[in-house]
């Protein structure tokens, strides 16, 4: 289904729940995490999601804490290694968090049972929370952690009062000031020192802890308080020992209960992802779906996720009356939306989330969702947009059946009309013999019949204002639309005078069919030139100069020409270009050779700059300033 969950945008939906996960393992869960197919396992994962919509609602919140590095602090807690004071009290946190979740879904039980009912088996570790509490205060190990502790920090602050008496009393002697070159005392490591003038150093009784860069003042530890600072320094190691003792006791009182501690960020992470599902439905103003496992799909009012609320809602139905649904209309008219549409509805809902869409829509629970959406082409494999259409869909032919859907974006394109029908005919009947549910959209004649005139099968339309030339992107079933080229080609600026001309042609068909003649241009070429090889767009040739086949590009008729080998423009010598296949035998009739020299984010963007599109445009003239900036700044560093 990976194909299927790219091509719907599925995986844009499912960042965004993860962005309002709280948990670091939640993230890694949700992202990992499959699209069930089973009924009961759906209807359970709405249903937990409803209820924490509930919470949601109520302007309550769950009391989530230290949950977003349990994971790796329980990792390290396996490992056996010792947890900081910090750390520690991130994980009395959590372990009291739980014991709130509790009490928190036990008040609100009567709203929602099912996440009650999980809560109720959170194993209460309250006496390691409380040990924990108890020996941490303020980031550190606390002096009531054990008495030994205590008696040291004493010692350690006796001795540092000793020390910082007698460096006062060495301050205010005035024997000492005029060697002083600050009166105050300076914390050098496990060292008080005092500034003393550089050209005093060896006047002073004591240690040089440290020189400043300068060289003028250096820090001495005076000799009066070197016994008291040895005694100091063993004090601390003393401190740290102890305290390394009270927090390796901490770490083994959480590993002792490893058992209980994996049950509750289990259960807590649970939490954690139906509450990042709960979140996500509330900000798409989702709904609870009615899910049913017997093929049938009901929209009410349903809008796409990631299209704005401008989105014109779709109302659908399919495997009630019909298994399929044939959908024409204009190219830009929304055809695809109504296929994404189904397909990433569906999808969210089988995952647990709900749906942007009215009360009453229902979904159903498939074991197969498969699309054939978009532009197919390989050009690394050679294929061609049709090509690689066929390969998709021969793919989902040998695995589609009974509970799959099918999603067939303009099925038959990209070859001869007539065959193209045909096959796309052929396909849709040989899917609907194995028992799939199917949408296609088509703009053939044919198929539009086909939806006709079978008995499981609806002809479906975009609705299309013909007066204003603006598509309305509404479905309306039973009908058939027509491809709106003339649309099209107004839209594109082609010349008024020639859409009228065809709009005649349409209603008349009469065409001028009058002979012209057309003086013959004289020739200044040499007759030598006559008798060159002239090559078309497109045209497979072979590239001596590279040993390998290559696509012509361009063809002026003058002794070089323009070819795309290893995905880059060359000019070769005419001579050294060998004709293996002419561009006409290569593609379909109708194919856009343009298509093979460049990638689809730049067709796309080309298309966007011909329609006008605002986002494209405000693109371009950035780029251009850009542009016009870099050339200034290299006059004025040529000037």
């Known amino acids: 289904m990976n194909h299927t969950i790219k091509q719907l945008q599925f995986e844009q939906i499912r960042k965004e729940v993860i962005a309002r996960a709280i948990g670091d393992h939640t993230k890694e869960r949700l992202a990992e995490m499959s699209i069930p197919t089973n009924l009961q396992t759906v209807e359970t994962r709405q249903t937990e999601t409803k209820e924490a919509r509930t919470i949601l609602e109520s302007s309550q919140h769950v009391p989530f804490m230290g949950l977003t590095r349990i994971v790796a ?220 496992k017997s093929e049938r799909i009901h929209l009410k ?103 799959t859907l099918v999603l067939l974006d303009e099925i038959g394109s990209g070859t001869e009309p007539t065959e193209g029908a045909a096959l796309a005919i052929a396909i849709m009947s040989a899917m609907y013999e194995k028992g799939a549910l199917m949408v296609a959209t088509t703009h053939y004649g044919e198929i539009k019949e086909f939806a006709e005139r079978h008995e499981d099968f609806v002809p479906a339309a975009m609705a299309f204002d013909r007066e204003a030339l603006q598509p309305k992107y509404q479905l309306q079933v039973g009908k058939t639309g027509e491809s709106q080229a003339l649309w099209i080609a107004k839209k594109m600026q082609m010349s008024e005078d020639l859409i009228q001309q065809a709009q005649q042609y349409l209603s008349t068909k009469d065409y001028s069919r009058e002979k012209r003649l057309f003086k013959q241009q004289v020739k200044t070429q040499e007759v030598k030139n006559e008798e ?48 293996k296949m002419r561009a006409e035998e290569l593609y379909p009739v109708g194919y856009e050779i343009d298509q093979l020299f460049t990638d689809f984010k730049t067709r796309k963007w080309e298309r966007d700059i011909e329609r006008g599109s605002k986002k494209a445009h405000k693109k371009l003239l950035k780029e251009t300033r850009q542009r016009q900036a870099a050339r200034n700044e290299n006059h004025e560093k040529e000037q």
Not at 548 to 576: C, H, M, S, Y
Request: glycine share 6%; aromatic share 6%.
């Open 73 to 292: 602090l329980t990792d390290q807690v396996k490992k056996g290694l010792i947890l900081t004071p910090a750390e520690l009290i991130e994980y009395a946190d959590f372990l009291r968090s739980s014991r709130m979740i509790t009490r928190f879904f036990e008040k609100n039980q009567y709203q929602t049972p099912l996440l009650y009912a999980y809560s109720k088996n959170l194993p209460d570790l309250q006496s390691v929370e409380d040990l924990v509490y108890e020996q941490i205060k303020n980031q550190q190990v606390a002096d009531e952690a054990s008495k030994n502790l205590r008696k040291v920090r004493k010692q350690i602050q006796t001795v540092e009062k000793e020390i910082q008496d007698r460096l006062l009393k060495f301050l205010r002697h005035s024997g000492n000031k005029e060697m002083i070159q600050e009166a105050m005392i300076v914390q050098k490591g496990e060292h008080a020192t005092i500034p003393i003038k550089a050209s005093y150093k060896n006047k002073v009784a004591g240690t040089i802890i440290e020189q400043s860069n300068k060289g003028t003042t250096v820090f001495i530890e005076p000799t009066a308080v070197a016994k008291a600072s040895a005694q100091h320094q063993l004090l601390k190691a003393e401190e740290i020992a102890e305290e390394y003792q009270i927090l390796a006791s901490l770490t083994g009182a959480l590993a002792e209960n490893e058992q209980a501690i994996d049950q509750i960020i289990e259960t807590v992470t649970v939490f954690d992802i139906i509450f990042a599902r709960g979140k996500y439905s509330r900000e798409i103003n989702g709904i609870t779906p009615i899910i049913n």
């Open 301 to 403: 009012q349903a809008r796409h996720p990631l299209l704005s609320e401008k989105a014109v809602p779709l109302d659908f139905d399919l495997g009630a009356e019909y298994r399929g649904l044939v959908i024409t209309g204009a190219n830009a008219g929304g055809k695809t939306v109504v296929l994404k549409t189904v397909g990433l509805l569906t999808l969210m809902a089988m995952f647990g989330l709900q749906v942007p869409a009215k009360d009453g829509t229902e979904l159903a629970v498939l074991d197969e969702v498969f699309v054939d959406v978009g532009d197919q082409q390989d050009l690394a494999n050679a294929l061609s947009t049709f090509s690689g259409h066929m390969q998709n869909i021969a793919q989902i032919l040998n695995k589609v059946g009974r509970n």
């Open 532 to 579: 060159k090889v002239l090559f078309s767009k497109g045209d497979r040739v072979y590239a001596t100069q590279y040993k390998k086949e290559a696509l012509v590009f361009e063809d002026t008729g003058e002794e070089t020409i323009v070819i795309f080998v290893d995905n880059q423009k060359e000019t070769v010598l005419r001579q050294r270009v060998l004709l």
